[in-house]
């Protein structure tokens, strides 16, 4: 049951950092165009900045699923 939330945790993270990437790199070239100006670049790097730690989020959960299941399996309940 555990496993399992810590599964839907992880997927959310992955799925958030996948998100905030793409939103902002589109956003990002869509107001350059339409704007013609590099004026937001900083907000849009900064949003990129919170992506990856989404991203760094989500690789550390996995790492402890996966330490947990090989723990699981040298000594099961």
Do not use: H, T, W
Request: charged share 15%; proline share 1%.
């Amino acid at each position: 049951d555990a496993f399992v939330r810590v599964q839907l945790l992880a997927y959310l993270l992955l799925s958030g950092a996948s998100a905030g990437f793409g939103a902002g790199i589109d956003l990002k070239v869509n107001i350059k165009e339409l704007l013609e100006s590099n004026y937001y670049d900083s907000f849009f790097n900064e949003g990129n900045a919170g992506s990856a730690i989404l991203l760094l989020a989500f690789i550390c959960a996995a790492i402890v699923s996966l330490l947990s299941s090989l723990a699981l399996i040298r000594n099961p309940l």
